[in-house]
């Protein structure tokens, strides 16, 4: 059973940025693509940002396309998000997710993720 803990949320203001971390634990994580999600209060979740276990192919939502970048470091099983020109519609909860796909340049937003992180609350202000 692979385990998430996301890390790195909190307050800030429009304009602002911020780092999310998703750490994983009990299984190599570069046999997984990785996932970040969000919540808003009274909205669906959606996708946001996905990268392959090769880190070579990664995906994003329009809405965060050139604000937004995923990467990771399998040498410290942690993928992270960092997020640039915040507005307050990026107010959410943030989930990391990840979807095991051995070694691949495979990832889609859109895929299953088998396992997910109990989401950090990011919250940006106006």
């Known amino acids: 059973q692979l385990q998430l803990v996301e890390s790195g949320g909190g307050l800030v203001h429009a304009g602002g940025s911020l780092t999310l971390s998703c750490s994983t634990s009990r299984y190599p994580s570069d046999h997984y693509a990785i996932g970040w999600f969000r919540q808003a209060p009274g909205k669906e979740r959606e996708g946001v940002a996905c990268i392959s276990s090769t880190g070579r192919t990664t995906d994003y939502a329009d809405s965060v396309k050139g604000r937004f970048t995923i990467f990771r470091d399998d040498t410290k099983n942690t993928a992270s998000l960092y997020m640039s020109s915040l507005t307050p519609e990026d107010t959410a909860i943030y989930y990391c997710?990840?979807?095991?796909?051995?070694?691949?340049?495979?990832?889609?937003?859109?895929?299953?993720?088998?396992?997910w992180g109990q989401g950090t609350q990011v919250i940006v202000s106006s």
């Open positions: 997710a990840a979807e095991l796909t051995g070694v691949s340049d495979y990832a889609r937003l859109k895929s299953t993720y088998e396992f």
